[in-house]
């Protein structure tokens, strides 16, 4: 793994930083615990993700290991403690093989960095990775780590894994630790699994979920029994926007769900075009907050990309008054969510993470249907949704588009549902594997 | 204590609804309770508030009684329920007399409204009682009732009842239901009760805290064991500005609590003079949040008396950032508060509980040795911290001052140690008692 590296990160960008000695150390370890005669078995086998080498996004806390957090202003900083879910990872026996390229603090959607350069997508390298997450989302397409963890506050765990192609994971509020990872907006943020099959990411989301840190190893939450799942499907918002590929790779999906048993619903969710203001107001002004209060901006403000530094003297435009009105909003938003799924009795949403497939680097703007929009916003429109309701949701590959990129869609669950949503995601991907990756010894 | 009422309401102005038909029903049926031969002792007797006249400030629901908030806009309001806080003081057997006048939606702290005239301070009818649960207090202090329950959020409860001469708990944060209850600042706000004793507020805080409500009837909080308390003297902000008046009789408070075997520290709480500025922050942008969200801000902004409208004007300039800044600050505050207190091994902090004695009506701005303070920066001064951090704080009288009004100082607690502060306030005023009442028949 660590030679693949060598060999294709100059041309992908997605590792900041390689941990290579402490890397070929934890794996030898894992090694000699396993061919050891003299312990128990308990003891040489730490369990699912024993030797497998993990990565992990650069605003994750990793003792002794600089944390940049994708920006100038933190190049060199070195933190004392691992997060809690590297703790976890670790304990659960994985090897840590570095920390990946991501769009600077996390405030961003295209992993365009302007310190560092920007992630590129290895099945176009002239094509973004998508981001906040797109180094781990990118490295795990390019086989450049088994599992990654990323960080989502508007969708940048699902939005680089529909891009590139692989599984990722936004686990509800509050199902894993937060703790020493470099905040964007507070009350949105969530850590979460990304890996190229929904089993990896299950097995990593098994390992780092809070039940599994209170109890020692791995959680025992019980996968839903097999049944017939009933999805739902908005009427609103999410399809008003979908490029024509998007859209006939989502056919595809629910064609192939269909064919597993699964029954659909349209479901009815009032506000949810609000959101995408309430949810700007939010995570605009909390990352300002954050920003002044350790002391970076304004003061220097210099130091930012231009686009991350416009995003944060937005935010000091915010009202009080229009911050505490998008917490309103957000409740009756959560509300009506619960009331539509309770009333129609649907296991989960059902619907594209992205209305594009990967776009071309620098790509501001995409014209759908005759109308321009900003790449930015098209991003973003249909997985801010489900941080502003707190839930879990799942991106799930489902082949290649008509232009030999990937499609994504995503599932919607209700809070403390991840492993349904992993069930049935799993289910999908027996039935309709990948089944390519990109061939990056030509891409050149 | 109704024929009271209407001889006295009409100089006092602190009853804004009286409810003489119910409560004579309430009365009547308490005492056939009581004389009834057919019945358990159990269901004859409802505990310590049986048959007891209670009032309630204008703010709390009461269901098919008019609730106006002291506006203009909720002149004709009434609800459909009754506040958690007034079913739990029915359970326990009360008879609500009447709806007290407070400062309008309880933005202020003087209780000089606009819409129903002031309330009007039983020991000198030209100054105000204090605010805004100001006709909670000065119904007591006239003997209008026998127990009242207030809000608080930067000292409403605690103000009016040191100006008026009453003893007056502002609860810890979660420690009394606050649902139907018309919110100021909905992240400082508490419900509480305010009584001319303190063993009286005590039997009302038991019987209308969140344990009782869970136990169905008082409260199974046990007083902690007799022993020798040690009180906290800040170092910091509560003594820098006050008048000679309101020193001598805080000294005087110290000899009592001295000659009781209560020991003091003096000790250091940084940030309290960053309290203030936080504290307006959060209380302005909440208030606005909620006005505007009812949709009578600033839609009907003519019908708020000028002050108030006028403070919901400065919440649309807050900004978010400093809003977030605000709370950043108050949970260093709030941990600096627990570190001096577990460092030092105290019980609580003994403060005065407002800067100056009751002003005159319409007296905006008080000299303190040669410098202009206002009013309302004066009186909520004191009070604010412990909204800020959410612990439970009690003033309690003691004496009357070379002007011949009441004093009264504040004990300050830690989370849940409400029952704690009770019984330190009652030995005070075992050793202390007020002994003097406002002579109103002389008053015009």
Known sequence: MLNRIQELNPKLNVYLTTCEETAIGQATEAERALCS?????????RGTLHG????LKDNIYTAGVRTTGGSKILREFVPLDDAQVVASLK???????????????????????????????PWDLERIAGGSSGGSAAALAAGLCYGSIGTDTGGSIRIPAALCGVVGLKPGMGSVDAQHVIPLSKTLDVVGPMA????????????ICVEAKNEGQSSSRRPPRARRFILGIPKEFYFHVLSQEVELSFQTAIRV?????????EVSIPLLAE??????????????????????????AGEYGEDVRVRLEMGTKVSAVDYLGAFELRAKFIASLRDAVLASGIDALVVPTTPIVAPRLAEDSVTIKGTKHSTRALLLRLNRPANLAGVPAISVPCGLTGSGLPG?????GGLGGELQLLELARRFEQACPLNAQPNLYFAD
Chains 1, 2 share one sequence.
Request: hydrophobic content about 40%; charged content about 20%.
């Open 37 to 45: 005669r003299a312990r128990s078995k308990s003891r040489r086998d």
């Open 52 to 55: 497998i080498p993990i990565s």
């Open 91 to 121: 304990r659960a026996g994985a090897v840590i093989l570095g920390k990946t390229n991501m769009h600077e603090f996390a405030y961003g959607v295209t992993t365009e960095n302007p310190h560092f350069g920007a992630a590129h997508n």
């Open 196 to 207: 190229r099959t929904v089993e990896d990411v299950a097995l990593l989301f098994r390992a």
């Open 257 to 265: 769900l269909n064919k597993l048993g699964v029954r659909f619903k």
């Open 275 to 300: 959101t995408e203001e309430a949810g700007n107001q939010i995570a605009w002004a909390e990352a300002t907050s954050h920003h002044q209060q350790a002391g970076w901006f304004p003061q220097r």
């Open 408 to 412: 994504g869609f995503q599932l919607v």
